[in-house]
């Protein structure tokens, strides 16, 4: 396995915990159920971590591919750089979310607060997350990108339906 593998075995799981974490932490407020609070948390911090590990792999990743045929450097830069707010913002979270484990525990008077305040990060972070998860995907998966009618993508070894065209006249 090298880090590009690696990377987005990792990079999946910030986006779709961040996503998965708001809606249970939601549904925990509006149930008034703490242990469902407690399980939004939990996914919060494991999101965190695991934005840690895709931070770590992603330069990594970003060696094996930015020379290959139809990437570049600026889209990987631009994933990047979103990619690190994303982190921020749920180092963020998940400090936020320890933080409402030990007050929902101790049955604190401001756990109610911290549990709003995790919503809005939350909300903010999904948002960010969106974002991430859009960029990286276009680094492959060139049909998503917004010039995807206007760039003549051609598979390195395969040739376009011109040249295609050219060799059946010949």
């Known amino acids: 396995m090298n880090d590009a593998h ?3 075995v990792v990079n999946h799981f910030p986006i779709i915990g961040t996503i998965l974490g708001l809606g249970i932490l939601i549904t925990g407020i509006i149930l008034k159920n703490n242990s469902v609070k407690n399980t939004a948390y ?3 911090i494991v999101a965190a ?3 840690l590990a895709s931070m770590a792999t992603g330069d990594g990743a970003e060696e094996l591919v930015e020379d290959m045929p139809n990437i570049g450097k ?4 631009e994933h990047e750089e979103i ?3 994303l982190a ?7 400090a936020i979310s320890i933080m409402g484990i030990i007050l929902t525990i101790k049955n604190h008077p401001k756990a109610k607060f911290i549990s709003f305040v995790a919503v ?3 909300v903010a972070t999904t948002y960010i997350a969106t974002l991430v998860g859009t960029s990286g995907g276009e680094i492959r998966h060139t049909e998503i990108r917004d010039d995807a009618l206007t760039t003549k993508v051609s598979p390195a070894g395969s040739i376009s339906k011109e040249e295609s065209k050219e060799n059946d006249e010949k």
């Not at 600026?74 to 830069?77: G, M, N």
């Not at 921020?88 to 998940?94: H, K, P, T």
């Open 88 to 94: 921020i913002a749920l180092y963020l979270l998940g």
């Open 74 to 77: 600026s889209i990987i830069h």
């Open 120 to 122: 809005v990060i939350g």
């Open 42 to 44: 939990f996914l919060f």
């Open 83 to 85: 990619a690190e707010k």
């Open 6 to 8: 690696l990377h987005m």
């Open 49 to 51: 971590l695991f934005a």
